[in-house]
């Protein structure tokens, strides 16, 4: 099993190439099965999920081609609407097929996700609002099992909580339903305004674009496009952390400040000089140690679950005391005892942390739990002294993609071992 060896100590400086997000890949990859013509999409993270999403689209019958950054998709060949366990099990985003395979055919046979490390993550909210528009739901023996006779019908859908892959997924079988459909109480992340444009590039009549209020128009059908993937916002925050926390200076190319306003809020808090450009953000710590900073995670536009465990991490460094509060998943601080192991100072009661800062991190052995509890490591032995060995890192490849390159581009040491 692969590790990383990190020596900390070096404050980073440069530019890091952003890829595109992986939470629009997926959706959008899930969304090539609504189009009756080809579809490209372009600036595609060459990841492990996405590649696990290729797979299981492939096993469909669909002629999909993954070739550099950019995946084609055929679905004149698809036989048949059934996604195993055996892959469903490795993601949960893989129930993102279901909402596009009921609504073009009628019918869909998806393992349930399962559990999850960070939470139990049922999918509740996704069935019953396939069932709004129609659609007949049995779970059995680990399967959802989707059905409609015909179309499904537009219709009134309220999510009893903001969800990101049940507007996703609501969203994509909306498109082809028969009538008008209302998502009430929808995210509105970017990255399901990157499907929605994608969808109306696809033919889609979709309104209310970054609200929380979806309105759906059905179509008859949806043909295929060119698009190209939004960037990653939490790539974008997590390469700007690990300047701040090593009180270097780097700037992140081909983002959009306008995705991650409310992170780049929380780094000047720290004390950290940000810059924006059209499309890259610069982030100097001058030599500074930052201040810490209290946030409360909660849907966007405010702050994301997803740089949660990354600005702790630099809070453990900070100036300074701050709490943070994880509304979102339960059971997301697993990185705290990781952290603790190289001195940090974090105390947990229930989904409230408090951070006190200490002047210096020390290396020691760690281990990734899950993907951005993974990050919030690299960063403490960035800033730690000695070498930092952090096992289980294949939880990162599902989302950083190059990150040893890209890390090394701005002069961390770090260095992938296996064994
Ligand atoms: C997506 C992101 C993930 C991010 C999360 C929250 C992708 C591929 N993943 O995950 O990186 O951390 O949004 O921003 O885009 N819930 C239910 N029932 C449901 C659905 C959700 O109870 O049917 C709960 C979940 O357990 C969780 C909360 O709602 O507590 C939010 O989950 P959701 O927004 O659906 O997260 P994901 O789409 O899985």
Request: hydrophobic share 45%.
């Amino acid at each position: 099993m692969d590790k990383f060896l990190i020596q900390g100590g070096q404050k980073l400086e440069g530019e890091v190439r952003i890829s595109g997000a992986k939470n629009a890949a997926l959706p959008l990859l899930a969304a090539t099965i609504l189009a009756d013509s080809p579809i490209r999409i372009s600036n595609m993270p060459n990841l492990r999920d996405v590649n696990t999403l290729v797979k299981l689209i492939a096993g469909l019958g669909v002629a999909i081609e993954y070739a550099g950054d950019t995946v084609t998709a055929d679905t004149s060949t698809l036989n048949n609407q059934f996604a195993p366990y055996d892959l469903v099990k490795t993601m949960r985003a893989s129930i993102l097929v279901l909402g596009p395979l009921v609504a073009r055919y009628g019918e869909a046979k998806v393992s349930l996700p399962g559990g999850c490390a960070i939470g139990s993550r049922p999918v509740d909210q996704h069935l019953k609002a396939l069932e709004a528009l129609g659609a007949h739901i049995e779970v059995e023996n680990g399967y959802v099992h989707a059905k409609v006779d015909g179309r499904l019908k537009g219709g009134e859908v309220i999510f009893d909580m903001v969800t990101v892959g049940g507007t996703e997924n609501i969203l994509m079988a909306a498109t082809l339903a028969d009538g008008v459909t209302t998502i009430r109480n929808a995210a509105r992340e970017p990255e399901i305004t990157d499907l929605a444009n994608m969808l109306i590039k696809m033919g889609a009549k979709i309104e209310g674009l970054d609200t929380d209020t979806l309105v759906v128009t059905g179509v008859e059908s949806l043909h295929g496009c060119d698009y190209a993937v939004v960037a990653d916002r939490i790539e974008t925050g997590s390469y700007l952390a690990a300047a701040a926390i090593t009180g270097g200076r780097v700037r992140t190319t081909h983002t959009d400040p306008a995705l991650l306003e409310c992170i780049l809020d929380k780094f000047e808090e720290m004390g950290a000089e940000v810059t924006r450009g059209e499309d890259w953000i610069e982030l100097d710590m001058q030599g500074k140690r930052p201040k810490a900073v209290s946030f409360r995670t909660l849907p966007h536009p405010d702050f994301p679950t997803d740089m949660q465990a990354q600005i702790m991490a630099v809070n453990a460094i900070g100036r300074g005391f701050a709490t943070i509060s994880e509304t979102i998943f339960e059971n997301r601080f697993m990185h705290v005892p990781e952290l603790s192991r190289m001195g940090a100072n974090i105390q947990v009661e229930g989904n409230d942390a408090v951070v006190t800062g200490v002047e210096k991190l020390s290396a020691a052995p760690v281990m990734a739990t899950d993907l951005r509890a993974s990050f919030s490591l690299v960063l403490a032995a960035l800033a730690a002294e000695g070498e930092t060995l952090i096992d289980r890192i294949y939880h990162i490849d599902r989302g950083y993609e190059h990150i040893e390159a890209k890390l090394q581009g701005i002069g961390a040491k770090i260095k992938r071992v296996s064994g």
